[in-house]
């Protein structure tokens, strides 16, 4: 069984910063990309940022220049530093990883959400 633990969200005022982190844990056997997700009410959950196990990234235009996603591999963890936060930001973030088990099986593993409100 894998778990994937968000922490991080919270309430801040536009032009402020946060930092998302997600912890990879149980019958891990390798771990591909990680990446996070968001979505907003009543919109789709849209890709923000990944990153590959070689550590390349890919942002959404609407984040480039502010966030940063960066990974630990020898704690299975996925970061996503937020800075330049904007109202347009607000949103449940969730990490996402693609995982391949102990047992030789690859699935999409999904966090919780943690929820990012940007508002003054």
């Known amino acids: 069984q894998v778990q994937l633990v968000e922490s991080g969200g919270g309430l801040v005022q536009p032009g402020g910063s946060l930092r998302l982190s997600c912890a990879a844990s149980?019958?891990?056997?390798?771990?591909?990309?990680m990446g996070w997700y968001r979505q907003a009410p009543g919109k789709e959950r849209d890709l923000v940022a990944v990153?590959?196990?070689?550590?390349?990234?890919n942002y959404q235009d609407s984040v480039k220049g502010r966030f940063t996603i960066s990974r630990d591999n020898a704690k299975n963890t996925v970061y996503l530093q937020m800075n330049s936060l904007k109202p347009e930001d607000t949103a449940v973030y969730y990490c996402?990883?693609?995982?391949?088990?102990?047992?030789?099986?690859?699935?999409?593993?999904w966090g919780q959400g943690t929820q990012v409100t940007i508002s003054s």
């Open positions: 996402h990883a693609l995982i391949t088990t102990t047992m030789g099986v690859t699935f999409n593993y």
């Open positions: 149980g019958s891990i056997f390798s771990i591909n990309t």
């Open positions: 990153v590959a196990s070689r550590g390349d990234t």
